[in-house]
């Protein structure tokens, strides 16, 4: 008698591998629909400068300002998304999003010494973020 192991995830491994390929750092839906209400509002900021620590999603100059927009899960918001854990290889994921607080951190901090304001907005709150409230200008 063999015993089949049961399998939690309802995709094969490589429809699950190319799921998670298709996961983007830059120019997510959130990013863009934020993006665009910014620039509506009169801001003009550059994309993902590789030169800052954490490469922002939006930098500011004019105004000393860099905007990161994270994902609930990937950066452990305390939101009802950003808690839900993988029930399979929990642990991995567990460190993986601690890892990811913990740069988060570090950047952030990097980017305050360089004299940078950091703003973060979290996936979750964009249904809600009017984008005029966001202080950009100190």
């Known amino acids: 008698m063999t015993l089949l192991k049961k399998r939690t995830d309802v995709f094969s491994p490589e429809k699950r591998s190319a799921i998670m390929r298709a996961v983007k750092s830059e120019h997510t839906k959130p990013e863009i629909t934020l993006r665009k209400a910014l620039h509506r509002l009169g801001y003009r900021y ?7 620590p954490g490469k922002p999603d939006l ?5 000393q300002t860099v905007l990161f927009v994270h994902g609930c899960f990937w950066h452990g918001h305390h939101c009802k998304r950003g808690k839900r854990i993988p029930k399979t ?6 460190e993986k999003i601690a890892r990811n607080k913990a740069r988060d951190k570090k950047n952030a901090a990097a ?3 360089l004299g940078w304001r950091v703003i973060t ?6 249904k809600t973020l009017d ?3 966001i202080r950009i200008k100190s």
């Open 89 to 94: 290889n929990t642990a991995y994921w567990t």
């Open 111 to 113: 980017l305050r010494v």
């Open 59 to 63: 930098v500011f100059p004019k105004y």
């Open 121 to 126: 907005i979290w996936e979750c709150k964009l």
């Open 131 to 133: 984008p005029a409230a």
């Open 46 to 52: 550059r994309l993902n400068v590789r030169d800052l």
